[in-house]
């Protein structure tokens, strides 16, 4: 479920859009809620909020004193906010495994009070659009298009399955997520 | 493709069927809480949801076999909902058709009875009505069962027995409740493909209620009920976009 780390530049964005962050803070809650024993390697966290502050995505302050590798305290900015809210409100590309991006976009969602049951509604909208191109294709097609079609069709009925497991859950989740 | 990419809900006046803030309960237990939708002529659309959202309790105040506690349905002009029960069910009769999940056809009678009775409850003559039932066999996959009786078909025999009969008098609307639910996915599929085709062929408006996201696929438009209430894509996409 978590092969390929994608959203680690947005997940980081979001969690800075909950509050100010240092480095390693921000690791430990992207360990806790994204991480599930593959921690975020800090050369990774401070890697990527590098490139965020040379983007202009988040601006680090001047280090403060102490002890530790980074004391530094990172703010999103306004264009960093921005492309954290067109990516949280844009329904993912409808493809094979994509739970690691829902799931992100959910939790952050709901940390940040955003509305997670309309991302969840807006997702099941474009995947049932995908699901209703590849009937389409099924019923005009050969037997090889139909095979493919249903290969597809089998993958985002799970995802879909899992979106809606999710919409009856998200009340425990925001419990969660907001203790 | 074009034909099934996801379709706007039909503009104001396009409407065959239009249901406005509909409230049913059952004894103390509230089905639908404020559930509007509208259905343009020759559409085919899915409406989906947990159980116990109220779906099916939709579809029946749309077919009007449930009259709702508040609320207006219309169609085709005409507020359903006030009509007399006589006259409710002779619309059921001559311009609706109905697939449900289980139950629908007489056992004691053949395919070609079953298929068969609509036009003859409609005084069709008997010749003419079987030989319109005779004709549905092989477009439905059926050829050489009509002697058959439904009690010794497979699932996907019987739903496709039921979706003849639910066409035979050319409906202007099929409501279809789940109707691939009691099928595995291959004769599922069968059925679907055959009502969406016959349903196209004749340009019947198709209504149908299912939990099934492959099933839904072969609709142009879900709507989604939630609590009693159609969740509106509009609402949707403008929370989205805060």
Not at chain 1, 168 to 179: F, G, I, P, S, T
Not at chain 2, 97 to 107: R, S, Y
Not at chain 2, 109 to 131: E, Q, S
Not at chain 2, 168 to 183: C, K, N
């Given at each position: ?89 844009q329904p993912a590309?409808p493809?094979?495994?994509l739970?690691?991006v829902l799931?992100?976009k959910v ?11 309309a991302y969840l509604d807006a997702q099941r909208g474009a995947h049932l ?30 995802d879909l399955?899992?979106i809606?497991?999710t919409a ?12 | ?239 989205v976009?805060?």
């Open positions: 479920m978590y092969a390929h780390r994608v959203t680690v530049p947005y997940t980081l964005l979001g969690l800075l859009e909950r509050e100010p962050s240092h480095g390693y803070e921000l690791k430990r809650d992207y360990d806790v809620y994204f991480g599930r024993g593959k921690p975020l390697p800090f050369g990774q966290v401070y890697a990527t909020l590098s490139r965020l502050a040379r983007d202009g995505k988040v601006t680090g302050g001047d280090a403060e004193p102490g002890a530790g590798p980074d004391r530094k305290r990172y703010v999103i900015t306004e264009a960093g906010a921005h492309e954290f809210d067109s990516w949280l409100s590309e493809e094979p495994h739970q690691t799931f992100a939790v952050l969602a709901l940390m940040l009070g955003r509305p997670a049951e659009q995908r699901m209703r191109e590849l009937t389409e294709v099924k019923r005009s097609g050969g037997l090889v298009d139909v095979m493919l079609a249903d290969y597809g069709l089998f993958h985002l009925e799970a399955r899992w809606d497991m009856a859950r998200l009340n425990a989740l925001a419990e969660m997520v907001r203790a | 493709m074009t034909s099934l990419n996801s379709a706007p809900p039909p503009r104001a006046g396009d409407s065959l069927i239009e249901a406005k803030e509909l409230y049913l309960s059952f004894g103390q237990t509230p089905a639908l809480t404020g559930a509007s939708l509208s259905v343009a002529g020759g559409e085919v659309v899915a409406i989906m949801g947990p159980s116990g959202s109220g779906k099916s309790t939709l579809l029946h105040c749309l077919a009007g076999i449930f009259p709702p506690d508040r609320g207006e349905v219309w169609y085709d002009g005409e507020r359903l909902d006030t009509f007399s029960d006589a006259r409710r069910t002779e619309l059921r009769r001559t311009a609706f058709g109905f697939v449900f999940q289980f139950g629908q056809l007489v056992p004691e009678l053949t395919v070609a009875d079953n298929i068969a009775l609509p036009l003859l409850l409609n005084r069709a003559g008997r010749k003419a009505a079987y030989a319109t039932a005779d004709a549905w066999l092989p477009r439905m996959g059926l050829d050489g069962l009509g002697a058959r009786r439904t009690g010794e078909l497979s699932g996907g025999q019987a739903q496709r027995v039921a979706l003849a009969r639910s066409l035979i008098a050319h409906p202007r609307v099929l409501f279809a409740d789940e109707p691939t639910g009691s099928l595995d996915t291959l004769a599922g599929e069968m059925v679907m493909d055959l009502l969406v085709g016959a349903a196209r062929e004749e340009g019947t408006t198709v209504v149908l209620v299912t939990h099934d996201a492959r099933v839904a696929a072969y609709a142009q438009r879900e709507l989604i009920v939630r609590d009693g209430r159609v969740i509106n894509r509009t609402d949707v996409a403008a929370e976009s805060g």
